[in-house]
């Protein structure tokens, strides 16, 4: 079997969703378990044709493959990534590295990856492992315990199916073995009583929750603002905690930014 490792991009910018936004190099692996076609983004793909997702979907469709970076090796990957490290004279700060997506948890097997990610780790490079929570995950690398995730569990708004997209054994082993990791849920007002339902029933369904965050569903400003004042309503409504999307407040549709 191959270890070739599909990468969609690597580039370097801030954190712009969930507790810490911050400059951050960013990984963005290809490949993905859902489609996601609730989310209603599209893009037009090589071959002329529409695609529907989420706000990734050049990391999640094939149809994109030829764009894709293979790496067959950690070595070449720790290089590209450390092209876009930054020194920063007047503070000691080192980027946060952030595994993204697709979903990255298809990956966390290949050498490739899991070198490279504790290549950065034990160099003093914070990790954030963007993921659904829906794939199994293995804590037999201790390095992944110093890691945080973000789980962002896909909703009904999705599109996907309940028992494919919410699976408790991930959320509670990710849960058990880091200390830093959190919820990410994707809301809006149109969608929010089945949300709702959803996001108390995984609380419900994990012994020690770590902290959630609502994020207002939409690919573009248009859309996010849209959502916005609604989703800082039930954050102060439930307690959670509010988490903007800042590429899109700058840069609105722009990638690799």
């Known amino acids: 079997m191959s270890n070739k490792l599909p990468v969609v991009e690597i580039f370097d910018s801030l954190q712009g969703e969930g507790p810490y936004l911050h400059p951050a190099i960013f990984l963005r692996t290809a490949l993905c378990c859902f489609k996601c076609t609730g989310f209603n983004c599209t893009l037009k793909a090589p071959d002329g044709s529409i695609v529907t997702g989420c706000d990734t979907i050049r990391a999640v469709s094939t149809r994109f493959k030829d764009s894709w970076t293979y790496f067959e090796d950690s070595s070449s990957l720790v290089r590209a990534i450390q092209k876009h490290i930054r020194h920063y004279p007047h503070s000691h700060f080192k980027q946060d590295l952030v595994l993204t997506g697709g979903e990255p948890l298809l990956h966390l097997n290949n050498p490739v990856l899991t070198e490279t990610l504790d290549h950065f780790i034990s160099r003093g490079h914070d990790l954030t492992i963007e993921t659904n929570a829906a794939l199994p995950v293995s804590f037999e690398k201790n390095f992944l315990r110093q890691a945080r995730f973000s789980m962002s569990v896909k909703l009904s708004n999705s599109g996907e199916k309940k028992e494919k997209r919410i699976n408790f054994d991930t959320i509670k082993a990710i849960a058990d073995n880091t200390s830093h990791s959190y919820f990410k849920f994707v ?60 590429h899109i407040r700058a840069w609105n549709t722009k990638e690799g930014v």
């Open 187 to 246: 809301v809006s007002k149109d969608s929010w009583p089945k949300d709702k339902e959803e996001i108390f029933e995984i609380l419900d369904n994990v012994d020690r929750a770590p902290d959630v965050y609502l994020m207002p569903l939409g690919g573009d400003f248009k859309t996010l603002q849209e959502n916005t004042a609604f989703v800082v309503e039930k954050c102060i409504e439930y307690g959670f905690f509010y988490t903007d999307r800042t």
